[in-house]
């Protein structure tokens, strides 16, 4: 910045900020993400904002609040703007970002003539210094948008997509999405030429702009088209307490001992709430088969494949290392519950509608691979087990996971009978979580390359 | 530690591909294995002292065991054959029925003709890269048929096939292919064995076993 454009910057008006989109009110048993009249303008209640609807809003919003910050009377316009640019040019944030809290004179002007570059820096380190930087963070964060727009706008007209990925790098939330959007607005090979650019820049495919393209591209396959409405018909069942998810308002709930009128030996996983059909359940399954002896101690794991019915084989493990496959029928997502393309394609037993998306299984205890185990005398028993990883995900979040342990435990005659025993189904646990493990994640993407955009 | 170096043989033809292992005598571990090679070769390092060396032959057309206990490493070349200890029949296992294409013949000797069943444990030895538990498991193929020269003796015949989705989808079933009947020539119907049926080898044989396809 030279100092002609600071002292044109100083002598002009502050642009009025965007107007705010609508915001709507937050449930009453959920998370506090809307702000309403009467809230204060606290850090909390402005960060819960900012992450529901985009720094875009927030902005907005904060530039229609009433200043609290007395400016020094009689303030000296030519030594504050000296100092600025002092600050401004000697790339010291935190005595720019002071300056700014106590200004002489309109700041906007001043904001609006530093550089992308430098607002950026400006709005990072202002953020950086938290409640007491709050309301000059966020009027400086509208400047930086206003620039970044423009910016990206241009870079998208000439298409010129390292550009328009490094631009995309500026925004979050909702507005990132939004602007993901005009890149796909202009075409798939568009946004693949985007998506390129982001890899080049980006090596790791885990950087959020790489996410978001990755998730663009796929979006219609994320939602109600692949969960059309469905009732499985599933009965009964015990439930177990309702655990909330907070970043959505809705809850899970598991539940054992479900019937499909071939079994009575389900599991189910339940997601109740708003947004249901963008909701869904991404399951991985294990499988060990564990020889042991008469007193019960481990005569070793057995080595081998399976082959589900649809799928290439997959390598039995043990409880200690297990390795993962997804657990889908679906031909077009990885969702448990995600409908095929294919007119005869599979889909995972469940429920699902605008607010409820529920999951139901219970495999095979694999009797025919079993029963030769016993043609050793040592071996006294054999658990056959599943285990599963199920995750649910919301578009690009990953919210929570929950473990279940299904065990099938034969003898020998139980073997030679060639059917499965009863199976012990347990949910051995779960919680919060914010990405898919790396091997889940290379499991899933396996079978789905496309769908790379949750984290991990 | 010593080398013990020999081959395998079936009568006049090279075993190839079978486990060889040693161990000591009375154990169940392996304390070395390795593979013969097209010629029937093998050698393992093995420490000195008296060893039971036993082969496991299951990849070829010549099915069954050999073994023998040796001091190491005096006895230097160590020369085994499946007939030192029980003829080879031939024996003609014929799938019929609804046979899937995946669907396997799993054959494992109970008790072979002049092999002591301390040595016959030694089938259940773990051996790195070994993972079927029984001695002998071969697909029907499009012919359905699996032709063998087996070791005289009792055998373990199984058969079975399970396919299943992981996910279970609306309706779906989980189908078997299980052996209903298995009959050896002029319909005698075999016994039951601990798993699958029980067949004594002791002439050439042709088994038919009946397949049926259960949905569950």
Same mark, same amino acid.
Do not use: I, R
């Given at each position: 910045m030279d100092r002609r454009r600071l002292a044109r910057a100083s002598r002009r008006e502050v642009e009025p900020p965007p107007e705010a989109p609508a915001i709507e009110p937050a449930a009453d048993?959920?998370?506090?993400?809307a702000r309403r009249a009467?809230?204060?303008?606290?850090e909390r209640n402005v960060l819960a904002l900012q992450g529901a609807t985009g720094n875009r809003a927030v902005s907005a919003m904060i530039g229609r609040e009433p200043q609290t910050k007395d400016a020094p009377a009689g303030g000296d316009t030519a030594k504050f703007d000296l100092d600025w640019y002092a600050a401004v040019t000697g790339k010291r944030w935190e005595d720019a970002v002071r300056l700014a809290m106590h200004p002489?004179?309109?700041?906007g002007a001043r904001l609006g003539a530093l550089s992308l570059e430098e607002i950026s820096a400006f709005c990072a380190q202002a953020g950086r210094m938290g409640a007491e930087a709050l309301a000059v963070f966020m009027v400086a964060e509208g400047v930086r948008l206003r620039k970044l727009d423009a910016l990206f706008q241009a870079a998208l007209a000439a298409e010129q997509w390292d550009k328009v990925v490094t631009y995309l790098d500026g925004y979050a939330g909702a507005d990132l999405l939004a602007k993901a959007r005009l890149v796909k607005a202009k075409g798939d090979p568009k946004l693949a030429a985007a998506a390129a650019a982001a890899a080049a820049l980006?090596?790791?495919?885990?950087?959020r702009i790489r996410r978001t393209l990755a998730f663009i591209a796929v979006e219609g396959l994320t939602g109600a088209a692949v969960r059309p409405a469905v009732s499985s018909g599933v009965t009964g069942g015990t439930k177990e307490a309702a655990v909330k998810v907070p970043e959505t308002g809705g809850s899970v709930t598991f539940s054992k001992g479900?019937?499909?009128?071939?079994? !009575? $030996?389900l599991y189910g996983l339940t997601y109740t709430g708003a947004d249901a059909q963008k909701t869904g359940w991404v399951q991985f399954i294990s499988r060990n088969i564990e020889k042991l002896d008469d007193t019960g101690k481990s005569l070793g794991f057995y080595v081998g494949t399976w082959t589900p019915k649809g799928q290439s084989a997959r390598d039995f493990s043990t409880s200690a290392a297990p390795v993962w496959f997804l657990d889908t029928l !679906? $031909?077009?997502?990885?969702?448990?519950?995600a409908s095929s393309k294919a007119a005869d394609g599979g889909r995972g037993l469940s429920d699902a509608s605008p607010t409820k998306t529920a999951m139901y299984d219970l495999p095979a205890g694999r009797a025919d691979l079993v029963?030769?185990?016993?043609?050793?005398?040592?071996?006294?028993s054999v658990s056959s087990r599943a285990l599963f990883d199920t995750y649910l995900v919301h578009e690009m979040q990953v919210l929570r996971h929950e473990t279940i342990g299904v065990e099938y435990t034969f003898d020998k005659t139980q073997a030679a009978a060639g059917t499965d025993t009863a199976p012990k189904v347990t949910h051995t646990g779960g919680g919060t979580v914010a990405a898919l493990p790396a091997d889940r994640f290379k499991a899933m993407t396996a079978r789905f390359p496309k769908f790379a955009y949750l984290p991990h | 530690m010593g080398e013990l170096s020999g081959t395998l043989r079936a009568g006049r033809e090279a075993v190839a591909g079978a486990v060889v292992l040693a161990a000591e005598?009375?154990?169940?571990?392996?304390?070395a294995s390795t593979r013969t090679a097209e010629d029937g070769a093998f050698s393992l390092s093995v420490p000195d002292g008296m060893l039971r060396v036993f082969a496991r032959a299951g990849a070829g057309v010549a099915v069954g065991v050999a073994t023998r206990t040796v001091e190491a490493p005096a006895e230097g070349r160590l020369d085994l054959d499946l007939e030192d200890h029980a003829a080879l029949h031939p024996v003609s296992i014929v799938a019929e029925g609804?046979?899937?294409?995946e669907l396997d013949l799993q054959l494992t000797p109970e008790r072979i003709d002049g092999v002591d069943r301390d040595a016959l444990a030694l089938l259940h030895a773990t051996v790195p890269g070994v993972t079927r538990p029984m001695l002998v498991t071969r697909p029907f193929g499009p012919a359905r048929r699996v032709d063998l020269r087996m070791q005289g003796g009792s055998w373990i015949l199984y058969s079975a096939y399970d396919l299943a989705p992981d996910a279970r989808g609306a309706g779906s079933r989980h189908l078997a292919w299980r052996v209903e009947r298995a009959e050896a020539e002029g319909g005698a119907e075999l016994p039951p064995a601990a798993i699958g049926h029980a067949l004594e080898v002791d002439r050439p044989l042709t088994v038919i076993l009946r397949i049926v396809r259960l949905e569950r």
């Open positions: 048993d959920g998370p506090t993400l009467d809230d204060p303008l606290t002489v004179g309109e700041m980006w090596p790791d495919d885990n950087h479900v019937s499909d009128g071939g079994s !009575s $030996d !679906s $031909d077009q997502a990885p969702f448990y519950e029963a030769p185990l016993f043609t050793d005398p040592a071996v006294k | 005598p009375g154990a169940t571990d392996a304390l609804d046979v899937p294409p």
